[in-house]
């Protein structure tokens, strides 16, 4: 099986930074692209950012400008930088990937338990 864990949430001030990073283990053959989703309260699960293994990057409208996603593959771990963090960015935000099991096979995207941001004063 797969597993995703992710760390570096917290708590922190309006205006302030963090780095969550996200980490795969497990038997798999390789990770295709891997990103982050965020989930407030009473809301859907919305993109964040996703970087493919050839390092082509997406970022949602809202946080364009503010983080950067970037991918260490040897780790096979998947970092997001967060700047100028505002209050509305606070929600449970999610580590994805997408994995082929063995050569050639169908691809599984699999979910990381959560790391809890929370942006306040």
């Known amino acids: 099986q797969v597993q995703l864990v992710e760390s570096g949430g917290g708590l922190v001030q309006p205006g302030g930074s963090l780095r969550l990073s996200c980490a795969a283990s497990?038997?798999?053959?390789?990770?295709?692209?891997m990103g982050w989703y965020r989930q407030a309260p009473g809301k859907q699960r919305e993109l964040v950012a996703t970087?493919?293994?050839?390092?082509?990057?997406n970022y949602a409208d809202s946080l364009k400008g503010r983080c950067a996603i970037s991918r260490d593959i040897a780790k096979k771990t998947v970092y997001l930088q967060m700047n100028s963090l505002k209050p509305e960015d606070t929600a449970v935000y999610y580590c994805?990937?997408?994995?082929?099991?063995?050569?050639?096979?169908?691809?599984?995207?699999?979910w990381g338990q959560g790391t809890q941001v929370t942006v306040s004063s």
């Open positions: 497990g038997r798999f053959f390789s990770i295709d692209a």
């Open positions: 994805n990937a997408d994995v082929r099991r063995t050569t050639g096979g169908r691809i599984y995207g699999y």
């Open positions: 970087i493919t293994n050839s390092g082509a990057t």
